[in-house]
């Protein structure tokens, strides 16, 4: 059941890759290891990710809305294994596990299309731009 309306999606996309970025910090597991590593750099691609989507809160919208739920959909699943995947569940795997399920839940149930509004005001745009 599909209920978050993509430009809520959108939102929580950017705090989300911030607050991915932010976590080896914010909740003391950045030893300088995968467990720093694995975060941050997904945190970027999911920012990444959103500026290019095209949806209400891309900025580039070069990536279908679908495909970003796609990627959204594997990204979480690389975070919630990545404890195991590089061996570091044995010190800290809690906050990786929980933005996986997260990242997987918001993909399955965001809305595959964005608002009609929006799609709206961009078939009005000016295709030469």
Do not use: C, N
Not at 4 to 25: E, N
Not at 33 to 56: N, S
């Amino acid at each position: 059941m599909r209920f978050i309306p993509t430009r809520f999606h959108g939102i929580l996309d950017y705090l989300y890759g911030i607050l991915l970025i932010a976590s080896p910090w914010l909740f003391d597991f950045a030893a300088g290891g995968a467990e720093t590593w694995v975060p941050v750099v997904i945190g970027a691609i999911v920012l990444l990710q959103t500026i290019f989507t095209d949806f209400e809160m891309g900025l580039v919208k070069k990536i279908p809305m679908q495909s970003h739920l796609m990627m959204d959909f594997g990204i979480g699943v690389i975070l919630a294994l990545s404890p195991w995947l590089f061996g570091f569940a044995d010190r800290i795997y809690t906050p990786h596990l929980i933005f996986g399920v997260f990242s997987i839940l918001a993909s399955l149930t965001t809305h595959r299309t964005p608002s009609r509004a929006y799609k709206t005001h961009v078939a009005h745009e000016d295709p030469l731009k």
